[in-house]
């Protein structure tokens, strides 16, 4: 038994993979027929979810508690960037709307390192400055998305929609930065203790900005993506996505306290998500009772990591 355990708590993709099993089956169940579409179909609209569940892992990993409440705010601005600044040049919008979500992300960090304001009260407030900017830049900033990159982002290489195969690519480079870089043992470090990292030598500071950072990026390219596949950009645009992010981030194996995360594992939890809000979309839920399930499962989720982040101190 405790053999099993122990495989399940070095493979945190394992619950993911379970669920979406469980989901995938229930909905061919609701369906009344089988239907691989649904995969491929869930592996595109996961994409945005997943890079907030990526970025929040991150910020969590750094631990003392961390987490971002204005993940949202950040694509949402990012979004009406993109619109923007593409019409200028393509490649030139998707930058400028990953550096506004860079810069959101490190003034969080500044506030949250030097301030010692602690990350949930910093997002939160961040994240109200960042609606008001959106309020202020949705009247003068274009909404609707450039043609090009569209068709870019509803394109296909063998099958495989663009978005889809953009998130691997992010997915193995932010692998590669975590269990394979400096900074990545630094960042695991630091989550695990802080002290203990800063008397080993680690910038603490500095390794928690950069995860901040690193957070505002990918919540930047999540706000580019969106707007293009979604038909523009709105002042609400980041609501759908932050619930199922969150859920994704814990369910894949992040641990509340920090310390511990696995880019497999949430990468299949967005997944996972996703394939829970077509079940319920098949089952003819309302949108109401969709967000109260959702709610549940996210609470029962945060129950089970503070337990475990409680029994890690």
């Not at 109200?128 to 202020?136: A, C, K, N």
């Amino acid at each position: 038994m405790s053999k099993v355990k122990d495989i399940v708590q070095k493979n945190a993709f394992i619950w993911p993979v379970a669920g979406s099993l469980i989901l995938y089956a229930a909905t061919i169940v609701v369906m009344g027929r089988f239907n691989v579409a649904i995969l491929s179909s869930c592996a595109k609209l996961c994409v945005f979810a997943m890079l907030l569940a990526l970025g929040q892992m991150i910020v969590v990993t750094s631990g003392n508690g961390a987490i971002d409440l204005s993940q949202k705010y950040i694509l949402t601005l990012a979004a009406y960037a993109s619109c923007t600044f593409m019409e200028t040049n393509v490649i030139f919008g998707l930058l400028i709307a990953i550096a506004i979500g860079a810069l959101c992300g490190l003034l969080s960090s500044i506030i949250n390192v030097y301030l010692q304001v602690p990350a949930m009260i910093t997002t939160l407030a961040t994240g109200y400055l960042f609606y008001s900017i959106i309020l202020v830049v949705s009247s003068k900033w274009s909404s609707t998305p450039v043609r090009s990159f569209v068709n870019f982002v509803n394109g296909n290489i063998l099958g495989i929609n663009m978005m889809t195969l953009l998130c691997i690519v992010v997915a193995i480079f932010l692998w590669f930065l975590l269990y394979r870089t400096k900074y990545g043992h630094h960042l695991h470090a630091v989550g695990q203790k802080r002290e203990a990292a800063r008397l080993a030598g680690i910038n603490v500071q500095k390794t928690v900005i950069i995860a901040f950072v690193i957070n505002g990026a990918l919540c930047g390219l999540a706000g580019a993506l969106c707007a293009a596949y979604s038909g523009g950009a709105n002042q609400d645009l980041g609501t759908t996505y932050f619930l199922p992010s969150v859920a994704a981030a814990f369910v894949g194996g992040t641990n509340a306290a920090g310390g511990k995360s696995s880019v497999v594992g949430v990468s299949i939890g967005a997944f996972m998500m996703t394939l829970m809000s077509t079940f319920l979309n098949a089952a003819n839920f309302g949108v109401g009772v969709q967000k109260l399930i959702q709610g549940i499962f996210l609470v029962f989720l945060l129950v089970i990591a503070i337990s475990d982040a409680t029994k890690k101190k």
